[in-house]
Antibody, heavy 119, light 108 residues
Framework: EVQLVESGGGLVQPGGSLRLSCAAS????????MNWVRQAPGKGLEWVSY????????YYADSVKGRFTISRDNAKNSLYLQMNSLRAEDTAVYYC????????????WGQGTLVTVSS | SYELTQPPSVSVSPGQTARITCSGD??????AYWYQQKPGQAPVLVIY???ERPSGIPERFSGSSSGTTVTLTISGVQAEDEADYYC???????????FGGGTQLTVL
């Protein structure tokens, strides 16, 4: 059974940093593209970042480019999102999502971790 | 930036057919995907590659595509189908994933 478990969320002040992790199990992690998707309270879904299976190709949404860094450790079956210079508008539930089912498709999702940026 | 447009809400009675549309200029070139999200839960993929249904998704869920519009159809809607539905695709280059604004399906 595919499982994605996010951790690392919490309350952080504007301008602060946070590192999210996603632990994967139930599939060959190193064979799959991975993504982060977020959802602000009461709002819709927003794709944040993509990383290829090897980690060699990375994309970011314009809203986080230059502030967020996606990475992965295939030996540890883990995905990460380093978030710097956080803003109030980054407040959201952050989901880890596996790439599968087609180009830029997200076939499995974690339960999410809440990031709150507030003073 | 590229946008996908969905109606904010759709309402249907139990047993009726619900149709949720999604429009975007790149949809003739890029696959569309549909996700169901119930309150407090993570999204679930219900349609991939315009019209394919993942295993475990009921047959009453179907997808179709015509030009710049894709449609999620739920036949014989049940109370448990009440949820938010999001279409998703990629920009014309195929690089960036994009979500529609979401449609709240209400079962009357």
């Amino acid at each position: 059974e595919v499982q994605l478990v996010e951790s690392g969320g919490g309350l952080v002040q504007p301008g602060g940093s946070l590192r999210l992790s996603c632990a994967a199990s139930g599939f060959t992690f190193s064979s799959y593209e991975m993504n982060w998707v977020r959802q602000a309270p009461g709002k819709g879904l927003e794709w944040v970042s993509y990383i290829s299976s090897s980690g060699s190709t990375i994309y970011y949404a314009d809203s986080v480019k230059g502030r967020f860094t996606i990475s992965r450790d295939n030996a540890k079956n883990s995905l990460y999102l380093q978030m710097n210079s956080l803003r109030a508008e980054d407040t959201a539930v952050y989901y880890c999502a596996r790439g599968g089912g087609g180009p830029r498709c997200f076939d499995y999702w974690g339960q999410g971790t809440l990031v709150t940026v507030s003073s | 930036s590229y946008e996908l447009t969905q109606p904010p809400s759709v309402s249907v009675s139990p047993g009726q057919t619900a149709r949720i549309t999604c429009s975007g200029d790149a949809l003739p070139k890029q696959y569309a995907y549909w996700y169901q999200q119930k309150p407090g839960q993570a999204p679930v993929l219900v349609i991939y590659k315009d019209s394919e249904r993942p295993s475990g998704i009921p047959e009453r869920f179907s997808g179709s595509s015509s030009g710049t519009t894709v449609t999620l159809t739920i036949s014989g809607v049940q109370a448990e189908d009440e949820a938010d539905y999001y279409c998703q695709s990629a920009d014309s280059s195929g690089t960036y994933a994009v979500f529609g604004g979401g449609t709240q399906l209400t079962v009357l």
